[in-house]
């Protein structure tokens, strides 16, 4: 079975000693491998897109890109949505951005990225979370890309699972207002990643530790296998 993964830092392995042998989808092959050791090595792989940071439109974004390059190369894929607040910018004027001095390009950003240690003294960002950003139509936006995302991999007959890595407070008002498929979002609605990890240990700037990891990869290989 080939996966594709993709998600934010909690997806990534953000803090751990060694993201690509931590991380939780890189356990996960290592489970599936383990699990059927008369199969070739190769027969389970795991294709890891996640980035710190990321925002639920670029994790979009870069699930679909990948994927239409040849979509026959994945049986399944596992999206640790982020939280929906975070939003993508792109700065055609250099700027410091997460301590990297003159850059352009596409900009992830949540509410507490937006202070001059990360941009200088730009208060865009700052501005749009005070003036402009609203949860409701963040939560409302992150939901239309579960139901495209989900409406784009069943036209393709691909498998997946989605779950939630932390945020997105439940809004049953606006929730019940779309038709994804709930049984294939795990922990839907109550639990999240950080629901199912709580106790364990956290890495020193809160992100999940490697038995947390272990955890999550072990949860998500009983509901794909």
Not at 147 to 169: P, V
Not at 175 to 195: I, Q, S, T
Request: hydrophobic share 35%; charged share 25%.
């Amino acid at each position: 079975m080939n996966i594709l993964t993709n998600g934010c830092s909690f997806t990534y392995g953000e803090e751990l000693d060694s993201p690509t042998t931590q991380a939780w989808p890189y356990v996960l092959e290592s489970m599936m491998r383990e699990a059927d050791p008369q199969s070739d090595f190769n027969a389970h792989t795991v294709t890891n897109l996640a980035t710190r940071g990321a925002s639920n439109t670029k994790i979009l974004r870069d699930t679909i890109e990948y994927i239409n390059k040849d979509p026959l190369e994945v049986d399944m894929v596992v999206i640790g949505w982020s939280d929906c607040t975070r939003a993508e910018f792109y700065t055609h004027r250099p700027i410091r951005h997460n301590l990297y001095t003159n850059y352009k390009g596409p900009i992830q950003i949540n509410v507490n990225w937006s202070n001059p240690e990360y941009f200088g003294p730009d208060t865009f960002f700052e501005d749009y979370y005070k003036y402009w950003q609203d949860y409701s139509l963040d939560y409302a936006n992150w939901l239309t890309q579960v139901q495209l995302l989900e409406s784009y991999l069943e036209d393709l007959n691909i498998d997946h699972k989605f779950f939630i890595a932390f945020g997105n407070t439940i809004d049953y008002e606006i929730a019940n207002k779309y038709l994804f498929r709930k049984e294939h979002f795990l922990g839907w609605p109550d639990e999240r990643m950080v629901d199912w990890v709580d106790g364990l240990p956290k890495c020193p700037d809160g992100h999940p530790g490697s038995e947390a990891h272990r955890l999550v990869a072990k949860k998500i290989l009983t509901e794909i296998t």
